[in-house]
């Protein structure tokens, strides 16, 4: 059974480790996701955005896959199955095909009001039907899903007003970017974090753009109140490498080299080895039932 992201999220806060979301692009994605959750005995989240549901053929089909996938495989931790970066649109969609937990990014609408007011709404609705709420505040930069920003230092007292509209974890931007870094970036903002944290209490924050931030970066934000870590870059990297390496190595010419089941695998593998190494990294291994 899936579940809502509020309880593994708030365990994690006062454990101070961080729960690993990865986004998935089918079931072969989902799978490894699983596997290597289950392996270390860590509840995880499985993430989507509307671009990845669109090509998995709707909000629906990702859901049932999921949640087909939990039961078939036995899998023992918490599971949340999450909307990123939802458009206000998006919610309503993800919310009727059954998502335990959704994402209403804001942070792009043409005034923080706005934000705030579709913010109260959604929560309002989620919470009668036992579904976790993530706001955001601040742009995070670099481009997900068709959507652009520069990346943002979030302002604290903004967070503080989302956070009071009762969101159950917060995403804000401390200078975190989507996809791969460039060589001059200038790394998080630990004293902007420090900052909304004081605003916002026990609150679980999210850090988005989690492909590619030194590891050490990672955990002082974990001790900082960063509780959800979202990787979508890095497993997508993984997977690649070791598909090309496969190729080049002349080893998929080998027998029947148009069965997806053998061309594909070992960048299957790659990903759970590669989430296995973050779960590690972000201290929920081993944490079972949040």
């Known amino acids: 059974m899936l579940v809502n992201a509020t309880a593994m999220l708030q365990a994690a806060v006062k454990g101070h480790y961080g729960i690993a979301a990865f ?36 909000f629906k089909v990702v859901k049932d896959v999921v949640e087909d996938l939990v039961d078939y495989m036995n899998i023992t931790v918490p599971v949340a199955m999450h909307l990123d970066h939802g458009s206000y649109e998006d919610c309503f969609k993800a919310i009727d095909a059954g998502f335990t937990s959704i994402m209403y990014d804001g942070s792009h609408e043409p005034t923080f009001d706005l934000n705030l007011e579709r913010t109260a709404e959604i929560v ?4 009668s039907k036992g579904i976790s709420v993530e706001a955001e505040v601040g742009g995070i930069g670099g481009v997900e899903d068709g959507v ?3 990346g943002e230092l979030a302002d604290p007292d903004e967070c503080k007003a989302i956070a009071d509209l009762g969101v159950d974890f917060l995403a804000c931007g401390i200078g975190n970017i989507h996809g791969l870094y460039p060589e001059d970036w200038a790394g998080l903002s630990m004293d902007r974090l420090a900052e909304i944290k004081a605003k916002t209490g026990d609150l679980p924050l999210v850090l988005h753009g989690g492909t590619g931030i030194p590891t050490a970066m990672v955990q002082e934000a974990i001790d900082n109140g960063i509780a959800k870590i979202n990787v979508n870059t890095d497993l997508q990297v993984a997977m690649a490498k070791a598909t090309w390496a496969f190729v080049e190595s002349g080893e998929a010419k080998k027998g029947k080299n148009y069965d997806p089941r053998k061309l594909l695998k070992p960048g299957f593998d790659a990903i759970v080895a590669r989430a296995k190494e973050l779960i590690v990294d972000f201290g929920s291994d081993g944490k079972g039932w949040a």
């Open 124 to 127: 309002k609705l989620c919470h």
């Open 148 to 150: 652009a920003s520069n």
């Open 23 to 58: 986004n998935t692009n089918d079931l072969e994605w989902t799978r490894s996701i699983l596997q290597a959750a289950e392996e270390l005995q860590s509840p995880v989240i499985i993430q989507c955005t509307a671009g990845a549901a669109k090509w998995q053929m709707g």
